[in-house]
Antibody
Framework: QVQLQESGPGLVKPSETLSLTCNVS??????????WSWIRQPPGKGLEWIGY???????SYNPSLMSRVTMSADTSKNQFSLKLTSMSAADTAVFYC?????????????WGQGILVTVSP | DIQMTQSPSSLSASVGDRVTITCRAS??????LNWYQQKPGKSPRLLIY???FLQSGVPLRFSGSGSGTAFTLTISSLQPEDFATYFC?????????FGPGTNLEIK
């Protein structure tokens, strides 16, 4: 059973860069045809896909955030990460990491528990 | 971006009821449509992928149908643990987008 666990700061200041890590167990970030993704959810609101880093090393980002996002993976630690620059109050959200699978049709089959990131001075 | 809409936005129902939630896409997504269930304070859980494929471990009372721009999620007989928010999501093209959610409440 694949398990994902987000880690990082719960509070960042405006204009700072957010760095989050997702630790993966029960599977490898560098094998198979998977798309290691970040998704966020502002409090009380809907879900927004941020982007993915694939097992084959490719990336895809949401154009709405593309200028501020970088995703990467550390295969030695079986982790993948998100960096989001120029944080503002509008970025306050629960951030989830998830595995994207292309079995039949692309879907997110495993999710982390989420980490609440608040942007405040 | 492909816009996803859901109806109703909220729904009150009783245990044992049959419930249907509708999701529409702003353009054809063939069957690249997934459904997720989210309970308060929890991460989303995949229920249905590819419009109609039941994720492993999901009870058979959940089913999905549709293609093109119109899709439905049906719960054949509501159980107490089914009261939650349901989201649809298109994976036809990036950026992947989600519907705004349907909040299923106990009547």
């Amino acid at each position: 059973q694949v398990q994902l666990q987000e880690s990082g700061p719960g509070l960042v200041k405006p204009s700072e860069t957010l760095s989050l890590t997702c630790n993966v167990s029960g599977g490898s970030v560098s094998s198979g045809d998977y798309y290691w993704s970040w998704i966020r959810q502002p409090p009380g609101k809907g879900l927004e896909w941020i982007g993915y880093f694939s097992s084959r090393g490719s990336t895809s980002y949401n154009p709405s955030l593309m200028s501020r996002v970088t995703m990467s993976a550390d295969t030695s630690k079986n982790q993948f990460s998100l960096k989001l620059t120029s944080m503002s109050a509008a970025d306050t959200a629960v951030f989830y990491c998830a595995r994207g699978s292309v079995e039949r049709k692309f879907h997110f089959d495993f999710w982390g528990q989420g980490i609440l990131v608040t942007v405040s001075p | 971006d492909i816009q996803m809409t859901q109806s109703p936005s909220s729904l009150s129902a009783s245990v044992g009821d049959r419930v249907t939630i509708t999701c529409r896409a702003s353009q054809s997504i063939t069957t690249y449509l997934n459904w997720y269930q989210q309970k308060p304070g929890k991460s989303p859980r995949l229920l249905i992928y590819g419009a109609s494929f039941l994720q492993s471990g999901v009870p058979l009372r959940f089913s999905g149908s549709g293609s093109g721009t119109a899709f439905t999620l049906t719960i054949s007989s509501l159980q107490p643990e089914d009261f939650a928010t349901y989201f649809c999501q298109q994976s036809f093209i990036t950026p992947y987008t989600f519907g705004p959610g349907t909040n299923l409440e106990i009547k």
